[in-house]
């Protein structure tokens, strides 16, 4: 499995940027996807996550109400949209996935990893 973030880029707070991560390699339905950001001097945290049915996601709590991670399964590709996105959500994205039916925020947990994307969140 091969995955592609992409969608990153400049946004002023308040404002709104969706990202993409295209999959390639598999059936992308039979895993699960998960959001991760990585801030200069700081560890990977888990963002967003969603199963491989779509129907559950989980969300750390400072992004809980502004982002919302989905999936298109016909399409390959997984999304986060981030809303009303504030300084401290700077950081590098990445989106990872596992061959599972269930979502977990564990970095470790996941075995394919995209190459990142780099979002910017100026004041």
């Known amino acids: 499995v091969q995955l592609q973030a992409y969608g990153g880029g400049v946004v002023e707070a308040g404002g709104s940027l969706r990202l993409s991560c295209a999959v390639s390699?598999?059936?992308?339905?039979?895993?699960?996807m998960g959001w991760f950001r990585q801030a200069p001097g700081k560890e990977r945290e888990f963002v967003a996550g969603?199963?491989?049915?779509?129907?559950?996601?989980a969300y750390r709590n400072s992004v809980k109400g502004r982002f919302t991670i989905s999936r298109d399964d016909a399409k390959k590709t997984g999304y986060l949209q981030m809303s009303n996105v504030k300084v401290e959500d700077t950081a590098v994205y990445y989106c990872?996935?596992?061959?599972?039916?269930?979502?977990?925020?564990?970095?470790?947990?996941?075995?394919?990893w995209g190459q990142g994307t780099q979002v910017t969140v100026s004041s």
């Open positions: 990872a996935t596992r061959r599972s039916a269930i979502v977990t925020s564990a970095r470790d947990w996941y075995d394919n």
């Open positions: 390699g598999r059936t992308f339905s039979d895993y699960v």
């Open positions: 969603i199963n491989s049915s779509g129907g559950s996601t």
